[in-house]
């Protein structure tokens, strides 16, 4: 029996760095192939650059209703007029064939999926507040009163850290980095893991 794969909820507030950690992580440590990013469904329009099936998937309105009707989401939400959810179905796939699926969704996603399936969760947090604003100003896309909004947003879901397995402080971003490696390393090493990935090795150790 193939090893099960491990769902990971990432959770972090805007500018503490969560998709810079999981972009390197799939790009530097996945010879393997055993872990992957989720890949939500919307009903927003793509924006430039967006491909259909890698940044997300692009549905009408309309058939994501079905889909929520079908209970095929493990979460979704509406933010902003436009709808976001997780597939069931494509996560059980992966975690099927041994892959470790990311989700990097918000503490309020995190509660619904914690209800329907086994995680493991991770929360991204700054050094501080004022290394958090610096983030937000230093991307120059966003007005001053927009990022006092996102740093009122940062603190709401701040608060929510202890709900998580682990925190990670993103001071240092080789080592933060490490740390979510060292998770995973960790995870797939607990017995259960290892009981299913070396079972062949196991019997033939403790053959009389």
Same mark, same amino acid.
């Given at each position: 029996?193939?090893?099960?794969?491990?769902?990971?909820?990432?959770?972090?507030?805007?500018?503490?760095?969560?998709?810079?950690?999981?972009?390197?992580?799939?790009?530097?440590?996945?010879?393997?192939?055993?872990?992957?990013?989720?890949?939500?469904?919307?009903?927003?329009?793509?924006?430039?650059?967006?491909?259909?099936?890698?940044?997300?998937?692009?549905?009408?309105?309309?058939?994501?209703?079905?889909?929520?009707?079908?209970?095929?989401?493990?979460?979704?939400?509406?933010?902003?007029?436009?709808?976001?959810?997780? $597939? #069931? =179905?494509?996560? &059980?796939?992966? !975690?099927?064939?041994?892959?470790?699926?990311?989700?990097? /969704?918000?503490?309020?996603?995190?509660?619904?999926?914690?209800?329907?399936?086994?995680?493991?969760?991770?929360?991204?947090?700054?050094? $501080? #507040? =004022?290394?958090? &604003?610096?983030? !937000?100003?230093?991307?120059?896309?966003?007005?001053?009163? /927009?990022?006092?909004?996102?740093?009122?947003?940062?603190?709401?879901?701040?608060?929510?850290?202890?709900?998580?397995?682990?925190?990670?402080?993103?001071?240092?971003? &080789?080592?933060? !980095?490490?740390?979510?490696?060292?998770?995973?390393?960790?995870?797939?090493?607990?017995?259960?893991?290892?009981?299913?990935?070396?079972?062949?090795?196991?019997?033939?150790?403790?053959?009389?």
């Amino acid at each position: 029996m193939a090893q099960q794969g491990t769902l990971y909820i990432i959770s972090s507030p805007s500018g503490a760095g969560k998709s810079s950690l999981i972009n390197a992580l799939l790009t530097q440590h996945n010879e393997a192939g055993n872990m992957m990013l989720s890949v939500s469904h919307t009903t927003r329009a793509p924006r430039p650059g967006e491909v259909d099936g890698q940044h997300y998937h692009f549905v009408p309105v309309e058939q994501f209703k079905a889909l929520i009707e079908r209970g095929d989401f493990l979460e979704w939400a509406e933010v902003f007029g436009n709808y976001y959810g997780t $597939s #069931r =179905a494509a996560i &059980e796939a992966s !975690l099927a064939q041994g892959i470790d699926v990311f989700l990097d /969704i918000d503490w309020q996603g995190a509660r619904q999926i914690r209800e329907l399936m086994p995680t493991k969760s991770i929360f991204i947090l700054p050094p $501080s #507040r =004022a290394e958090l &604003e610096r983030r !937000l100003i230093g991307r120059g896309q966003d007005s001053a009163e /927009i990022i006092a909004g996102r740093m009122a947003k940062a603190t709401a879901e701040m608060v929510h850290y202890n709900e998580y397995d682990y925190v990670i402080i993103n001071e240092d971003f &080789e080592q933060a !980095l490490f740390q979510l490696r060292a998770i995973l390393e960790s995870q797939r090493l607990t017995l259960a893991n290892q009981q299913l990935a070396q079972q062949g090795l196991l019997q033939q150790l403790l053959a009389e």
